[in-house]
């Protein structure tokens, strides 16, 4: 999935002209691994100037989602780089942000996020251990296999339990 521009609530993009020159611009492809590509091959990144740009987020708001662990810039030809993924948590969290949710509380989702991986791991790590007689390739799909059940086995239980705090 490709998430070019992604303005923040009530923004618009200002300068088309500016939008298509960035260096983010071609559609990228997915690898095997899933990561977002260019057609070249190369990862999709952005520097600090394109991802304030494309995300609308300011300073402010991008320090405080990286000092949560939300957005994590990696240093790429020793210039700060954002991915994809960061473009589309810093989506998500303009959106919860604009409806007046503290940034700070945001940082609970990433533990819930590192936790469920810590479960995935625990649940999987036989099959990677060596001697197991499973190939690293195959338990790396077994992994994501687990990985997709227990994500709906979460949605599932979130969906219910909204359904019982909603009352409906």
Do not use: C, W
Request: hydrophobic residues 45%; proline residues 4%; negative net charge.
């Amino acid at each position: 999935m490709r998430v070019v521009s992604m303005p923040a609530p009530g923004t618009t993009v200002e300068n088309e002209a500016v939008h298509a020159a960035l260096s983010v611009v071609p559609t990228p492809t997915d690898t095997d691994d899933g990561a977002p590509t260019t057609g070249s091959g190369a990862l999709v990144r952005y520097t600090a100037s394109e991802f304030l740009f494309v995300t609308g987020l300011d300073a402010r708001v991008l320090n405080q989602l990286q000092a949560l662990g939300l957005i994590t810039p990696t240093m790429v030809a020793k210039q700060t780089s954002y991915t994809d993924d960061d473009v589309r948590v810093a989506g998500v969290a303009a959106s919860l942000v604009a409806r007046g949710v503290d940034a700070r509380l945001l940082g609970s989702l990433r533990r819930l996020a590192e936790r469920e991986v810590g479960l995935i791991d625990e649940l999987t790590q036989p099959l990677r251990a060596k001697g197991s007689g499973v190939s690293a390739e195959k338990a790396r799909a077994i992994t994501s296999e687990v990985a997709a059940e227990v994500d709906t086995l979460r949605e599932v239980l979130l969906v219910r339990a909204l359904r019982d705090y909603l009352g409906s």
